[in-house]
């Protein structure tokens, strides 16, 4: 059996990110880079994955809670090999097959070239193959040493290098396939007689090829992906990499982005053929969008469930579900806990939270609706209040299908409006009011004739 195994390198603290926080943990386009790697190693194949932890090990190991990684503490950070080499017990539980090393840093690769890079290695039969770039400027990565024919001898880092290794253009990206059975081999022999007196994974390959065995360099087909994060100005370049290769992906699948420049895209979320998103659209979390629906200008759903032909204009909307064929904003605020039926009307400055909005509902203008059911074919007035909270506890107020609140009504929860009731403009609703019944709850109006003093005004 080949087992497919993955070493992914988190140790450091990234001081250059000037962070509290360690490196792997900044987020490209909603998703900390480390967990990115995890996602994009287990789609190329790798089943098992190790994660090497040491600064604030906690945080890390609390952001992957749910990936069913292992981790392995590496105590002070001696070098990659070193790293690697406090992975050797979980390593040889899969020693059959190959083990991908990989740094949490490097948001940008594709499974793709994962697989390449693993296919490569068995196909020859090679005791490692390694990720390769060329760079205009290689200064502080490994260069690649080949011989006459090609072929590579060894890595020598920046800092151990003569003039004329450094003069080298491809380097050495970080990302490795060894076979386990070679690297646990060899791993081992690493010294750290060198000029950081570190143990250099990379080591291993002068050690392989010494030993007669093949390691292929592949190099990468886009260079950019290899991209390693070092700092905050590397996290802004790779967000607007893996940015622009999200909203390609859903323009190819019949999305239209009207400024692909304005737009944002968190990594899972999903969006359905011939929705238009205007600019400003922000789409973050799990949200998903379904087909024919226009989105923005100035709109942001987070972990929103949105169906079909929907209209949101300038609509912040979080942890909700929104059914199809809603008219939606502009200036709505749409809460956790909300679930927007079908055909609903919302209009200006409205807010929704934790209620459930039936078919064909309208609610207008200048609203507020907190813990409520509000049934089918409603017609909230402008101004109407649910008032859910008594200064201790929240109250639900229910209204039913075809009921119709008069403009500035507040609905002193807990409530009841009945089938086909009316609530008069300007009343203040504490008792149930039953089914087809008109409620009236404001003073009665006096008019005090000539109430105007003829001395107050010229005309
Ligand atoms: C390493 C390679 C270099 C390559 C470059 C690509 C070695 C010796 N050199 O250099 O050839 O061009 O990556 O970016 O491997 N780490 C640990 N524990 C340690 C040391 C490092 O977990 O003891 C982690 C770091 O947090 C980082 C990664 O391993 O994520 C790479 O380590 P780093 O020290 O940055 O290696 P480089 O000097 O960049
Ligand atoms: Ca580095």
Redesign the pocket.
């Known amino acids: 059996m080949e087992n497919l195994t993955a070493v992914i390198?988190?140790?450091?603290q990234g001081t250059r990110m000037k962070s509290e926080l360690p490196k792997v943990l900044h987020k490209v386009c909603g998703i900390p880079m480390v967990k990115q790697v995890i996602h994009v190693v287990k789609k190329a194949g790798y089943e098992n994955q190790i994660v090497?932890t040491?600064f604030k090990e906690e945080l890390v190991r609390q952001e992957l809670d749910k990936e069913k990684v292992t981790f392995v503490h590496?105590e002070e950070?001696?070098?990659?090999a070193?790293?690697i080499s406090q992975a050797i017990k979980e390593i040889e539980k899969y020693s059959a097959g190959y083990v991908l090393v990989i740094?949490?840093?490097t948001p940008l690769l594709r499974s793709e070239t994962l697989e390449k890079l693993t296919n490569v290695c068995r196909e020859n039969n090679a005791s490692a193959t390694v990720l390769t770039a060329m760079m205009d400027n290689p200064f502080g990565?490994?260069r690649i040493i080949r011989d006459g024919k090609g072929q590579m001898k060894r890595?020598v880092?920046q800092k151990d290098g003569t003039m004329e290794e450094l003069a080298i253009h491809e380097?050495?990206?970080?990302t490795y396939v060894f076979s386990a059975e070679d690297l646990l081999r060899t791993l081992p022999k690493v010294n750290n007689n060198n000029a950081q007196q570190?143990y250099?994974?990379?080591d291993v390959f002068g050690l392989l090829i010494q030993e007669g065995k093949k390691v292929i360099p592949v190099p990468a087909d886009d260079s950019e992906e290899t991209m390693?994060v070092n700092s905050r100005i590397q996290l802004a370049q790779a967000e607007k990499i893996l940015r622009v290769r999200k909203l390609e992906e859903l323009m190819a699948a019949g999305v239209t982005i009207i400024n692909p420049d304005h737009t944002y895209i968190e990594q899972d979320v999903k969006v359905g053929q011939d929705t238009v998103l205007y600019p400003g659209t922000i789409l973050q979390g799990q949200t998903e969008v379904g087909k024919n629906c226009i989105l923005g200008p100035d709109t942001q759903l987070q972990n929103v469930c949105c169906g079909d032909n929907n209209t949101l204009n300038r609509v912040y909307a979080h942890d909700c579900i929104i059914g199809n064929d809603n008219n939606i904003g502009p200036f709505v605020h749409l809460r956790p806990d909300t679930h927007i039926h079908d055909d609903v009307k919302i209009g200006n400055f409205v807010e929704i939270k934790n209620s459930n909005i039936d078919d064909k509902t309208k609610l207008p203008h200048l609203i507020y609706c907190g813990d409520s059911d509000v049934g089918k074919q409603v017609n909230f007035g402008c101004g109407t209040i649910t008032v859910n909270f008594d200064g201790k506890n929240k109250h639900r107020c229910r209204i039913d299908d075809h009921a119709f609140i008069g403009c500035n009504t507040n609905l002193v929860a807990p409530v009841h409006v009945g089938k086909r009731a009316f609530t008069a403009a300007g009343s203040t609703i504490t008792k149930d009011v039953p089914e087809k019944a008109l409620a009236i709850g404001r003073t009665k109006q006096i008019n005090r004739e000539n109430w105007v003093k003829k001395d107050t005004y010229k005309d």
């Not at 390198?9 to 450091?12: E, I, N, P």
């Open positions: 390198l988190a140790a450091g090497i040491g590496q950070q001696l070098g990659t070193h790293a740094c949490g840093d990565y490994g890595i880092e380097i050495n990206t970080g570190e250099y994974l990379t390693g």
